[in-house]
């Protein structure tokens, strides 16, 4: 099994480099900078609960009447990530899911949340996904990412979920962007404080404990089915490019000089 995922590895890992050393990160020099990435990158934040959660809805019952569900080993692994990312806790020690406190941090920085609002609350009218697109403006890039995203979701296919989530959602990215908000101005750094904790409890949490139950739980699914595996490791591939395709659509903005979008 060691093998197997140390081929996925090797497969995907220009692609993990190519995201790893994107040119956005060294356009990213202000708070206004980090402002416009924060609009485009909401919307991953978001579409990664609605992964986690189709996944949950795969391998525990989530209707009533209730019955079990696959195996106890991977309804734990889930539940267990579940809890974290959505009930964890903020720097006041108050319960809230990642997505809600990345809004508090775009909030604190000063970053518009008025897409991203009306993008969820028209989805929560039952509206499609392009309809929601459409009334919130939201950035091509990162219609581009969430769409892909759900058509990843609509496939239906548990180990394919599992490895997107496990592999293809970039763990690398918090280190990077502390280390850029270390690099500015006290004032500025009192504005992204929020921001920072986010990102501090991601390093905590997600690319420790959560890593390691992921990787167990894609390991479950996947077992020795060679399909499965290349199925997998061809969706991973996919899903890193469409993080490319976010960053380029970030810096394209950056490079424009436009620090608010419409």
Request: net charge negative; proline share 3%; hydrophobic share 45%.
């Amino acid at each position: 099994m060691k093998d197997r995922f140390v081929q996925l590895r090797s497969e995907i890992e220009t692609l993990r480099q190519e995201i790893i050393h994107h040119s956005v990160y060294r356009k990213i020099k202000t708070a206004d900078d980090i402002k416009v990435f924060m609009q485009y990158h909401v919307y991953a934040v978001w579409d990664f609960m609605s992964l986690l959660k189709s996944l949950q809805n795969h391998l525990t019952c989530t209707t009533v009447p209730w019955f079990p569900t696959g195996s106890a080993e991977t309804r734990f692994l889930i539940n267990e990530i579940v809890v974290g990312e959505e009930s964890d806790v903020d720097m006041n020690g108050q319960r809230i899911s990642h997505f809600e406190l990345y809004l508090k941090a775009m909030v604190q920085a000063g970053a518009p949340i008025a897409a991203i609002n009306e993008f969820v609350k028209t989805l929560k009218e039952e509206s499609t996904l392009q309809e929601a697109f459409d009334a919130s403006s939201a950035p091509p890039a990162a219609a581009g990412f969430v769409r892909h995203t759900f058509e990843i979701i609509d496939m239906n296919k548990p180990h394919v979920l599992a490895a997107v989530f496990t592999f293809g959602r970039e763990d690398l990215i918090p280190n990077m962007f502390l280390s850029i908000i270390n690099d500015l101005g006290a004032e500025w750094q009192e504005s992204l404080s929020v921001f920072k904790y986010y990102l501090e409890r991601h390093i905590e949490v997600d690319g420790d404990h959560h890593s390691h139950l992921a990787m167990a739980m894609t390991e479950e699914l996947l077992g020795n089915d060679s399909e499965k595996w290349a199925e997998a490791t061809e969706a991973v591939k996919s899903s890193l490019k469409q993080r490319i395709a976010l960053w380029d659509g970030v810096l394209e903005r950056l490079n424009q000089g436009a620090h608010q979008l419409a």
